[in-house]
Nanobody
Framework: QVQLVESGGGSVQPGGSLRLSCAAS????????MGWYRQAPGKQRELVAD???????NYAGLVKGRFTISRDNAKNTMYLQMNSLKPEDTAVYYC?????????WGQGTQVTVSS
């Protein structure tokens, strides 16, 4: 069973930056398209960025141009560089596969953007 551990969240002011990390146990990570998801209070979990095993990326419109997803298959780790953060980016951020069956969800990492 693959375990996912997200880290790097925190509290920042609008316009600030954070870099999230997703560490996965197991080599199966490298063959899967992966995504960063987020869930704001009272809202559904949504996909914000994804990356194939080969490095092709896609972004939700709300974060395009501000967020950058990347991965290091040798380290079984995925990253999300978040720049120009806005209050509406406040959420718990999770990583997981892009397609079913998903891995068990990790605990997520809280990102709070507030002045």
């Amino acid at each position: 069973q693959v375990q996912l551990v997200e880290s790097g969240g925190g509290s920042v002011q609008p316009g600030g930056s954070l870099r999230l990390s997703c560490a996965a146990s197991g080599s199966i990570f490298s063959i899967n398209a992966m995504g960063w998801y987020r869930q704001a209070p009272g809202k559904q979990r949504e996909l914000v960025a994804d990356i194939t095993s080969g490095g092709t990326t896609n972004y939700a419109g709300l974060v395009k141009g501000r967020f950058t997803i990347s991965r290091d298959n040798a380290k079984n780790t995925m990253y999300l560089q978040m720049n120009s953060l806005k209050p509406e980016d406040t959420a718990v951020y999770y990583c997981n596969k892009l397609s079913s069956p998903l891995f068990r969800w990790g605990q997520g990492t809280q990102v709070t953007v507030s002045s």
